[in-house]
T-cell receptor, first 113, second 111 residues
Framework: QKEVEQDPGPLSVPEGAIVSLNCTYS??????FMWYRQYSRKGPELLMYTYSSGNKEDGRFTAQVDKSSKYISLFIRDSQPSDSATYLC?????????????FGSGTRLQVQP | DVKVTQSSRYLVKRTGEKVFLECVQDMDHENMFWYRQDPGLGLRLIYFSYDVKMKEKGDIPEGYSVSREKKERFSLILESASTNQTSMYLC??????????FGSGTRLTVV
């Protein structure tokens, strides 16, 4: 079993829809949770960074962490065609430099105009 | 904005060649990482470094080595390239908090 599970998609939605992207994980020691967006033929870029359980909002994006269920989500409101990309969740045990992130395999999102 | 620059976007190499992938960051970050990304497998950590001349093995170090002689530069070396090393290689850097900043990637094909 992978440490971090993520549905690969593709997830296809119409423009303006609310998108929900999810990851589950098995190691309860993870404390820091991130979402990255990766456009085709580009490197991932950091979208959201959260610590422990709770919600964090940034514009049209909301990240949600439920540590009791080992489940994290990214919601995108009013989705746009420019949101079409692969979304990777990532997590780590501690917020120090000497740590590496564990990534999900990514969900491909297509927003249809 | 911090920038992570990978020297090549696309590379084609022959089996058995020694291959160097270069990565440079311009924001004085302490930590640098090399990942490979394959369909269905996601990102897998090859090596990382938290200081000059320091290196740590990741999950899949076999067939690879690294060099960090200067803080801003982290090189990945394929000692003898094989076809199963055909992949997208991603370099990243980070400070002692927060997430990574990634380069644009190098798509390596070994024939």
């Amino acid at each position: 079993q992978k440490e971090v599970e993520q549905d690969p998609g593709p997830l296809s939605v119409p423009e303006g829809a609310i998108v929900s992207l999810n990851c589950t994980y098995s190691n309860s020691a993870f404390q820091y949770f991130m979402w990255y967006r990766q456009y085709s033929r580009k490197g991932p870029e950091l979208l959201m960074y959260t610590y422990s359980s709770g919600n964090k909002e940034d514009g049209r994006f909301t990240a949600q962490v439920d540590k009791s269920s080992k489940y994290i989500s990214l919601f995108i409101r009013d989705s746009q065609p420019s949101d079409s990309a692969t979304y990777l969740c990532a997590m780590s045990f501690m917020d120090t430099g000497r740590r590496a992130l564990t990534f999900g395999s990514g969900t491909r999102l297509q927003v249809q105009p | 904005d911090v920038k992570v620059t990978q020297s090549s976007r696309y590379l084609v190499k022959r089996t058995g060649e020694k291959v160097f992938l270069e990565c440079v960051q311009d924001m004085d970050h302490e930590n640098m990482f090399w990942y490979r990304q394959d369909p269905g497998l996601g990102l897998r950590l090859i090596y990382f470094s938290y200081d000059v001349k320091m290196k740590e093995k990741g999950d899949i170090p076999e067939g690879y080595s690294v060099s960090r002689e200067k803080k801003e530069r982290f090189s990945l070396i394929l000692e003898s390239a094989s076809t199963n090393q055909t992949s997208m290689y991603l370099c990243a850097s980070s400070q002692n908090y927060g997430g990574y900043t990634f380069g644009s990637g190098t798509r390596l094909t070994v024939v």
